[in-house]
């Protein structure tokens, strides 16, 4: 059978380069002023999603992404990976999104996109580490959920068959189709850029990353699959006061980058004294806690 896939990514802050204009003054993160990167885990589900579509011929795979124009360049690197078509949701009305919001815009969005099979995504991303998005998205579209995904091991008879690792262990689970599915770091890495696919989609913008005196316009004419799909709030139908700040009761006070150094060393026993000394020093250095 055919799969209609979409994969839920998101281009995220590099973590590693937190400085102090990383918040602003409306405490939400100044992506502006942080290096981007594809978010790792959704990077793992790409991989999960190209796999099913080898595995079943016919089968698209579509990423969704929310964010500013340059987030275009999360669909442009799953085009270069083997990705069919990409939708980036971007509009000033999205942004200041939390979980709640965030999960709101892309269950809109994948309710235009319509009929599709496979919803899946990251167990997490890196700049808010919650794991809420891809379960709430399922909650919001009414649709079966299973995360923590390793692997998905087969697609039959409108069955999908995973494996998840679970807090001590390891186990196998079906889910009838429609399905959306997170997916743990420890997957399978994503292939890497394919320079076929990267001569061919070099180009692809979605209409705002795009500037007046465009060189390449005449490009654009010529090849219609360059013109990445860009929605804002109305194209979804959504309601403007469930997105973006408005629909978000989240709010973040900072963002610190901590940098541990090891200053001193001690060698503890089982003993429960000592364990019980290491605890109270790091809850009195506030390490944890």
């Known amino acids: 059978m055919s799969l209609k896939i979409v994969v839920l990514a998101k281009q995220v802050p590099d973590t590693r380069s937190v400085g102090k204009d990383a918040m602003t003054a409306e405490g939400t993160v100044n992506r502006a002023a942080l290096p981007a990167i594809f978010n790792p885990e959704d990077l793992n589900a790409l ?26 360049e999360i669909i442009r690197q799953g085009l270069y990976r083997g990705a069919d078509t990409g939708w980036l949701l971007t509009d000033r009305l999205f942004a200041g999104a939390d979980t709640l919001a965030t999960s709101y815009a892309l269950a809109t969005a994948i309710k235009k996109i319509g009929d599709v099979d496979i919803i899946i995504g990251g167990r997490q991303a890196i700049d808010g580490d919650t794991a809420q998005v891809g379960p709430q998205v399922a909650q919001k579209l009414g649709l079966n959920q299973v995360t923590y995904a390793e692997e998905i091991l087969k697609i039959e008879n409108g069955v999908a068959t995973i494996r ?34 990267v001569m061919k989609y070099k180009r692809a913008t979605c209409p705002m990353e795009r500037k007046g005196d465009d060189a390449y316009a005449s490009l654009y004419d010529e090849r219609p699959y360059l013109t990445l799909n860009q929605w804002s709030v109305a194209d979804v139908d959504g309601d403007a006061e469930q997105c973006g700040l408005s629909g978000s ?7 610190q980058n901590i940098v541990f150094q ?28």
């Open 47 to 72: 991989e999960q999603a190209l796999r099913l579509k080898e595995q079943h011929p016919g089968s698209t795979v579509g990423v969704l992404t929310m964010g500013p124009p340059r987030a275009g």
């Open 164 to 197: 998840r690792h679970i807090d001590g262990g390891v186990e196998t689970v079906e889910a009838p189709l429609p399905v959306v599915i997170t997916v743990n770091g420890s997957a399978a890495p994503c292939r890497p850029c394919n320079a076929k696919l």
């Open 249 to 255: 009761p989240t709010k973040v006070k900072t963002v």
């Open 262 to 289: 090891a200053k001193e060393s001690q060698t503890l026993t089982a003993d429960d004294a000592d364990v019980e000394g290491l605890i109270k020093e790091l809850l009195n250095e506030k390490i944890i806690g």
